[in-house]
């Protein structure tokens, strides 16, 4: 068995893992350090470690920039936007992994476009359309904005997966009298849990912080969400860096205990889907 060697490649190698771990820490270390620090001690020497630190920046954060209603907004957008994208996502990767015709086949390559073509091209005319709708200002104009922009990329995921999976299991259930509705929300939906995993982070993600949509049909509705609110929070106190930092750090929080949650899925999904 030939033992791999510890020579001078692997040392630089590790230096520059190393080197990459760090950069890519600075702003995270930068970020939770200003949040813990008063006006004196960011003055005196802003990226050293607190001394003592403090949490009332976090305090004030929370009451000065209205996080608690941005915070619900933005958990009632994202919420119900996944659970419209998974339920439809899912649905239309079936169909288009297990109905081999052209019409599956032109409808898969018409959400392949939905991934090309970037949504700010239909910037305006999705704009006239919620507004003719009446959802201008309301979360159910951004819910079906995301349910709609993220759905090709849902499907596409979806549909990889599905055609990694065995007919055996559907039809089998099919045989015992299920129909092709129940064979699906039975038995395929629950294997669908790594890729499901894989759609809700992405999409949470995407969904969570996004700035533009939320600042153009939410602006003044007393509805906005959490970036829209800190981006207005940093205009009002862009001198005091500590209530500033904080809360930044208030309105990344949620999303990064979510990822770190469901991390490993990614990796899952994204890896079975390619097996297919």
Sequence with gaps: MNHLRYGRATFLLELV?????????????????????????????????????????????????????SLMNSTIITVASLVALIALGSFAAYFLARVQTRLGYGLYILFLLGIVLPFQLGTIPLYQLINNLGL?????????FYTGVQLPFTVFLYTGFIRAL??????????????????????????????TGTVLILNAVFIWNDFFTPLLYLGGSGFETVPVSIFAFVGQYVSDYGLVFAGLV???????VIFLVLQRYVIKGFSSGLKG
Excluded: C
């Design 17 to 69: 893992m190393i080197a990459v771990a760090v950069a890519f820490m600075f702003p995270v270390y930068a970020l939770i350090t200003l949040s813990l620090k008063n006006p004196a001690q960011i003055a005196e020497a802003p990226l050293s470690p607190p001394a003592p630190p403090t949490l009332d920046n976090f305090a004030k954060a929370w009451s000065s920039a209205a996080l608690g209603p």
């Design 136 to 144: 201008i200002g309301s979360p159910a104009g951004m819910i079906l």
């Design 166 to 195: 065995p007919r055996e299991y559907a039809s089998a259930a099919q045989i015992d009298g299920a129909s092709h509705l129940t064979a699906f929300t039975r038995v395929v939906f629950p294997l669908l849990r790594p890729i």
């Design 250 to 256: 208030l309105g990344a929080l949620p999303i990064v």
